[in-house]
């Protein structure tokens, strides 16, 4: 991919965010819902280096993650309304997304808990040949859970085929990262289970797609998993309706001068800018199609509220 289908693959993730938020605001979506406003770079640059049937384990932040990894949008758009999507039929709503047609494991709302299931994951990858690879995004403050190194130091000495990504925005919900470890890194955290830590800029899509990219050659080729910590930062609340006073004044008016999107504007030359002028155009388009498309969709039948619940 070349920095235009970056642009508008980030885009396509900020696009359905903000017009999220709109739709929450106007009463279309229940519930709460956990965006990723300015982390659009690591899910578009780790999908560069997966194949079909690499599996794909997200935080209930993982709306971008189910875009990268071609998840159909109108169908995302319709599930997070709370109607009869084809993705979960309105049941998993905007935290407990799955889609295993896309090969995308899905969201957990239980902090780290997308770690021992990407292992499960990762296991059956290793036991069944298939060559495949299971890749894991958590947040800095999930590195703090003893699920996920309970699930670490099983794929470590097994050597399944496990890339744990671990995004890194600085808050752990309301709290600093630095408040709560000691530790410079949290990669550094890698080398008590024996495996590779890396830290990268989680704002450029090339940087986590290199990363990344060498960590699952390494699963894939049976030495066993890696930790890239892609270092990022958000652009909104921790949840829809996060007024955010945990953060210094002029925090985020900062972090939108650094953020992927911002920083391709900023590089562009004319040409390229009347480009990417182009992409956004295409992309609110297809994002509006896409919500029309979701409003068309039916609400489930309340009759079926038991299926798939009990045998």
């Not at 289908?5 to 900020?14: E, L, P, Q, T």
């Not at 993650?65 to 998993?92: I, Q």
Request: one cysteine or more; aromatic letters at 6%.
């Amino acid at each position: 991919m070349g920095l235009p289908d970056d642009y508008r693959a980030m885009a396509r993730i900020r696009r359905f965010e903000e017009r999220l938020t709109a739709l929450k605001d106007a009463g279309e979506i229940p519930g709460s819902i956990h965006l990723c406003n300015g982390q659009e770079a690591i899910p578009v640059g780790a999908a560069r280096t997966l194949r079909d049937g690499d599996y794909v384990t997200a935080t209930y932040r993982g709306h971008g993650w189910a875009l990268a990894r071609g998840v159909d949008m109108a169908g995302l758009f319709a599930e997070m309304m709370g109607r009869d999507s084809a993705v979960n039929g309105g049941r998993a709503a905007s935290p407990y997304l799955s889609d295993p047609g896309r090969w995308f494991v899905g969201e957990n709302s239980i902090v780290g808990a997308g770690v021992p299931i990407a292992t499960g994951a990762a296991l059956t990858a290793q036991r069944t040949g298939s060559g495949a690879v299971s890749l894991v995004s958590i947040g800095d403050g999930a590195m703090n859970q003893g699920n996920v190194h309970e699930a670490l130091n099983m794929a470590a000495v097994l050597d399944l085929p496990l890339v744990l990504v671990v995004e890194n925005n600085v808050y752990s919900e309301m709290s600093r990262i630095e408040d709560m470890v000691r530790v410079r890194q949290l990669a550094e955290r890698a080398a008590g289970y024996g495996i590779p830590g890396r830290v990268v800029d989680g704002n450029d899509t090339d940087a986590v797609a290199e990363a990344v990219g060498e960590a699952v050659t390494r699963a894939r080729e049976g030495s066993g998993p890696s930790i890239v910590e892609a270092m990022t930062e958000r652009l909104v609340g921790h949840y829809s309706g996060d007024v955010q006073h945990y953060r210094p004044a002029g925090e985020v008016a900062a972090a939108r001068e650094r953020e992927p999107l911002a920083r391709i504007r900023a590089a562009a030359d004319a040409d390229l800018a009347a480009r990417l002028d182009v992409i956004d155009a295409e992309v609110a388009a297809e994002v509006d199609a896409a919500i029309a498309a979701a409003r068309a969709v039916p609400y489930p039948d309340p009759a079926t509220v038991k299926e798939y619940v009990y045998v």
